[in-house]
């Protein structure tokens, strides 16, 4: 195991995200208290996300989407309680953000495959859970190479092959392709969907 991925990528980490906390601080303020407001006091999203080797931490995020049910109790599907304010920050991937807490105490990386659903641990194949080995980041190779726009499939061939080929010039190349993509706002959802479909599971390769 190389210096950076064993050690070096955490301090890299943790000084960037500190920075990027102290930076962001009047945009974080501001799009609280807005959020605070067009969410009935709720600004954050809180979710337990698996992350490295599959240990649970809770995954913090702007709330994009409200709460609204239909008349079966249950809640709508995502598209329809996606707000404008919260496309907007998608939009901009400021809902984002907040993760950097998450990168701060160690549960995330600035890079490296995005933490889904805890319903979805059972749901990999072998392969597909190699995902794991490293922890989840705000962006990743799968993230430039298509986004939300990928096929399930796609996205996890791409988290592989990042947790085989992890290494500093690789992370540099991410973080230099997500600032172009924010800027062109691509593969934000897949076709009919706010974002992703869920995932219904994997041939146990």
């Known amino acids: 195991m190389g210096l950076y991925r064993k050690s070096l990528k955490r301090i890299v980490d943790f000084a960037f995200s500190l920075a990027g906390l102290c930076l962001l601080s009047p945009v974080f303020l501001v799009l609280a208290v807005l ?3 067009a969410n009935d006091g ?9 992350g490295k080797n599959g240990r649970i931490f809770l995954l ?3 709330k994009t989407m409200n709460d609204r049910k239909g008349a079966d109790g249950q809640l709508l599907p995502d598209e329809k309680r996606l707000t404008a304010l919260g496309k907007w920050l998608r939009k901009t991937s400021l809902d984002e953000i907040p993760q950097l807490l998450n990168v701060l105490k160690g549960d995330m990386s600035l890079i490296g495959p995005r933490p889904l659903l805890v319903d979805y641990l059972p749901l990999y194949s ?3 859970n190699r995902r794991h080995e490293v922890r989840p980041g705000i962006t990743g190779w799968a ?3 298509g986004r939300n726009a990928l096929t399930w499939d796609q996205k996890f061939e791409l988290d592989v092959w990042y947790v085989d080929h992890l290494d500093w010039k690789l992370d540099a190349q991410i973080l230099w392709l997500t600032c172009k993509k924010v800027l062109k706002t691509e593969g ?3 076709k009919g969907h706010a974002t992703m479909p869920y995932f219904k599971g994997a041939n146990r390769v």
């Open 126 to 128: 072998a392969r597909q």
């Open 60 to 62: 913090v995020k702007f």
């Open 188 to 190: 934000i959802s897949q």
């Open 35 to 37: 959020l605070f407001v």
């Open 143 to 145: 993230q430039v190479n």
């Open 42 to 50: 709720r600004p954050f999203f809180i979710q337990r996300r698996p």
